[in-house]
């Protein structure tokens, strides 16, 4: 296993029940509107506590039911609901995994067999290193490589890239994952993938393609998550924290940015990338 160079945690059972009664007291308030935006701290942290076994889903869903029905609040109530719903999408991965254990490694669809994969690990290696010129993108690579976490929606966004803009097998994006989190899990992180890549259950359509422009415009509008884990690009203005490539040749130097140097260009383009990976699933599908 690949140690992340800044790990965090504390798997203990102690720790498990702290965080969850942190989580409950404090994040899970803004947890429905706010988990999708990772400077935000509206999650829960405590996946690798699931995944060590130093807390239950059970002992959580019994003891949110009970607040639930305390509290009778319909705003609280709806708080508790997009957290159990996260649950038990995740005892789902656990059935599925039973069931087709070949998942790991094939896809649940047999279709995606026939899929044009690209196997370049250059290609492989920049997504790695957070290198991809794409400032989301990279700030949730860099994240996992430091703190051996990323946010839930930068997972998305890196998974969706890989696997769509540069066509590599998602077997390689879940390796990676399994290696650098700490809250690592076959059955969840697999159904994760295949989910991204489309040939897993209730999978995510493989045309629906996440843009890593607009994703990072969405979720850190000003920043400030970038800005944390891609401190290269902190003198940015806003505007082009998204999209240094599009920004001056004087906001550039007056930003210390040199493209290509300090901060590299994008490895693909959006839009011919997108229709590359349209094509790929086209020509998948003549097969079927």
């Keep these: ?23 409950f007291s404090s994040n ?6 706010g988990r999708d935006f990772p400077n935000q701290n ?27 029905t305390e509290r009778q609040c319909s705003f609280f109530e709806k708080q508790v609901i997009s957290f159990i719903r996260q649950l038990i999408w995740r005892e789902f991965s656990y059935y599925l995994l039973y069931h087709y ?45 430091q703190t051996g976490f990323m946010h839930n929606r930068a997972r998305m966004a890196v998974a969706s890239f890989l696997v769509k803009h540069l ?11 399994m290696d650098t989190l700490l809250d690592a899990d076959i059955a969840n992180n697999t159904m994760g993938w295949q989910w991204v890549a489309g040939s897993g259950a209730d999978a995510s359509p493989y045309f629906r393609i996440f843009n890593p422009i607009t994703q990072g415009e969405k979720f850190d509008k000003n920043g400030e998550y970038i800005r944390r884990w891609v401190p290269e690009l902190r003198d940015i203005p806003n505007k082009y924290i998204h999209k240094p490539w599009e920004a001056p040749e004087h906001i550039l130097q007056k930003s210390n940015i040199k493209l290509g140097n300090t901060y590299p260009y994008p490895i693909v383009d959006h839009k011919a990338a997108r229709e590359r990976a349209l094509y790929a699933y086209k020509s998948m599908k003549e097969f079927i």
């Design 1 to 23: 296993m690949i140690v992340s160079s800044n790990p965090s945690g504390k798997p203990t059972e102690e720790g498990a029940y702290k965080t969850f009664k942190k989580f």
């Design 28 to 33: 899970l308030a803004s947890y429905s509107e």
């Design 42 to 68: 509206a999650h829960s942290m405590l996946a690798s506590y699931l995944s060590f076994g130093q807390i239950s889903v059970k002992l959580m869903y019994h003891y949110l039911i009970n607040k639930s």
């Design 101 to 145: 254990p070949f998942t790991v490694y094939k896809p649940l669809n047999k279709n995606f067999e026939h899929f044009p994969w690209n196997k370049e690990e250059e290609l492989l290696r920049v997504w790695q290193k957070g290198e991809t010129g794409y400032p989301f993108i990279d700030a949730g690579m860099r994240e996992l490589w």
């Design 167 to 177: 066509l590599i097998p998602w077997q390689e994006g879940a390796k990676w994952f």
